[in-house]
Protein backbone atom coordinates (compact mmCIF):
# COMPACT_ATOMS: atom_id res chain seq x y z
CA UNK A 1 0.00 0.00 0.00
CA UNK A 2 1.17 3.80 -0.95
CA UNK A 3 1.76 6.20 2.12
CA UNK A 4 -1.43 7.72 1.55
CA UNK A 5 -3.40 4.10 1.42
CA UNK A 6 -7.05 4.06 1.53
CA UNK A 7 -7.63 4.50 5.11
CA UNK A 8 -6.19 8.41 4.76
CA UNK A 9 -8.37 8.89 2.03
CA UNK A 10 -11.35 7.67 4.21
CA UNK A 11 -10.47 9.97 6.77
CA UNK A 12 -10.22 12.79 4.57
CA UNK A 13 -13.57 12.38 3.23
CA UNK A 14 -15.72 11.67 6.53
CA UNK A 15 -13.36 14.85 7.87
CA UNK A 16 -14.95 17.06 4.56
CA UNK A 17 -18.06 15.70 4.62
CA UNK A 18 -18.50 16.77 8.95
CA UNK A 19 -17.04 20.15 7.83
CA UNK A 20 -20.11 20.45 4.82
CA UNK A 21 -22.58 19.49 7.43
CA UNK A 22 -21.04 21.85 10.30
CA UNK A 23 -21.30 24.28 7.43
CA UNK A 24 -24.71 23.68 6.21
CA UNK A 25 -26.41 23.58 10.01
CA UNK A 26 -24.25 26.73 10.86
CA UNK A 27 -25.78 28.75 7.45
CA UNK A 28 -29.25 27.60 8.51
CA UNK A 29 -28.84 28.39 12.37
CA UNK A 30 -27.61 31.87 11.07
CA UNK A 31 -29.96 32.95 9.15
CA UNK A 32 -33.15 31.64 11.39
CA UNK A 33 -31.12 33.98 13.89
CA UNK A 34 -31.01 37.03 11.62
CA UNK A 35 -34.57 36.63 10.06
CA UNK A 36 -36.95 34.64 12.28
CA UNK A 37 -35.62 34.69 16.11
CA UNK A 38 -35.77 37.71 18.55
CA UNK A 39 -33.92 38.51 21.39
CA UNK A 40 -31.56 36.30 23.31
CA UNK A 41 -32.65 33.26 21.42
CA UNK A 42 -31.35 34.97 18.34
CA UNK A 43 -27.64 36.06 19.48
CA UNK A 44 -27.46 32.56 20.98
CA UNK A 45 -28.11 31.05 17.61
CA UNK A 46 -25.68 33.74 15.88
CA UNK A 47 -23.05 33.23 17.81
CA UNK A 48 -23.65 29.12 17.51
CA UNK A 49 -24.01 29.74 13.95
CA UNK A 50 -20.66 31.43 13.64
CA UNK A 51 -18.73 29.02 15.93
CA UNK A 52 -20.26 25.96 13.40
CA UNK A 53 -19.03 28.02 10.63
CA UNK A 54 -15.08 28.75 12.37
CA UNK A 55 -15.26 24.66 13.08
CA UNK A 56 -16.34 23.56 9.84
CA UNK A 57 -13.39 25.77 7.91
CA UNK A 58 -10.76 24.56 10.81
CA UNK A 59 -12.05 21.08 9.62
CA UNK A 60 -11.33 21.65 5.74
CA UNK A 61 -8.56 23.34 6.30
CA UNK A 62 -6.62 20.47 8.18
CA UNK A 63 -7.92 18.31 5.73
CA UNK A 64 -6.35 19.87 2.19
CA UNK A 65 -3.03 20.95 4.69
CA UNK A 66 -2.67 17.00 5.35
CA UNK A 67 -3.38 16.10 1.84
CA UNK A 68 -1.13 18.87 0.52
CA UNK A 69 2.05 17.55 2.95
CA UNK A 70 1.04 14.22 2.12
CA UNK A 71 1.40 14.84 -2.10
CA UNK A 72 4.62 16.50 -0.82
CA UNK A 73 6.44 13.67 0.77
CA UNK A 74 5.74 11.69 -2.07
CA UNK A 75 7.13 13.75 -4.99
Given at each position: MAAGGPDRS???RKRLLLAGL??????????LGLTVANGAVAGVEVVLALLLLI???????AARRDTLYR???RR
Amino acid sequence: MAAGGPDRSTARRKRLLLAGLLAVVGLILLLLGLTVANGAVAGVEVVLALLLLIGSYAIQYAARRDTLYREGRRR
